[in-house]
């Protein structure tokens, strides 16, 4: 099981920093990924990170601007926001990317930007 | 960038009735290993995403047999071939072959 936290309101310009909270002593095993919502849209790609954290990767638009990073001694998966834009708003959701499948997820958190 | 493409974007289809949905790939999904990472997902409404097909054609633990997967390369499809008031909501084809990325959505709906 899979659960986000950490999403909320913020202005323009700022920063978030989501978690996802793995129930499973495997956690380590497992490439995880970010998938956001805009309200009303699609399913967007964002980021994946590999078992160790050693290798990373980012859909084009949040390059520069958001970081993946994991904490397997916590089961713990992360995703800062800086610089958010009024377009980042969505639910977020962490996945378990387990043969380049999803086949967890979480229930989603929302961050909606705006003034 | 892949991109997917994912037609139609709505069906409208009643109970016990098949449905199909295809979804394109800008190049082809076949990777290194050999496998096809391509996987389909259902959206219901006000619920996260969850897992139908994987490998173009592998049903995931739990998903009723009415659902299958087809395609090579750059071609794919979903089908439900008897639909049933529970299906309804927004499915999505995924490539992870080059990194990810998802499909658009095909919203399904009972007449």
């Known amino acids: 099981q899979l659960v986000e936290s950490g999403g909320g309101l913020v202005q323009p310009g700022g920063s978030l920093r989501l978690s996802c909270a793995a129930s499973?002593?495997?956690?380590?095993?497992?490439?995880i990924d970010w998938v956001r919502q805009a309200p009303g849209k699609g399913l967007e790609w964002v980021a994946i990170i590999s078992q160790d954290g050693s290798v990373n990767y980012y859909v084009d638009s949040v390059k520069g601007r958001f970081t993946i990073s994991r904490d397997n001694a916590k089961n713990s998966l992360y995703l800062q926001m800086n610089s958010l834009r009024a377009e980042d708003t969505a639910v977020y959701y962490c996945?378990?990317?387990?043969?380049?499948?999803?086949?967890?997820w979480g229930q989603g958190t929302t961050v909606t930007v705006s003034s | 960038e892949t991109v997917m493409t994912q037609t139609p974007l709505s069906l409208s289809v009643a109970p016990g009735q098949p449905a199909s949905i295809s979804c394109k790939s800008t190049q082809s999904l076949l990777y290194s290993d050999g496998k096809t990472y391509l996987s389909w997902y259902l959206q219901k409404p006000g619920q996260s995403p969850q897992l139908l097909i994987y490998e173009v054609s592998s049903r995931f633990s739990g998903v009723p047999d009415r659902f299958s997967g087809s395609g090579s390369g750059s071609d794919f499809t979903l089908k439900i071939s008897r639909v049933e008031a529970e299906d309804v909501g927004v499915y999505y084809c995924?490539?992870?072959?080059?990194?990810?990325?998802f499909g658009q959505g095909t919203k399904l709906e009972i007449k």
């Open positions: 499973t002593s495997t956690f380590s095993s497992y490439w």
């Open positions: 995924l490539q992870g072959t080059h990194l990810r990325t």
């Open positions: 996945a378990k990317d387990w043969g380049r499948r999803m086949d967890v």
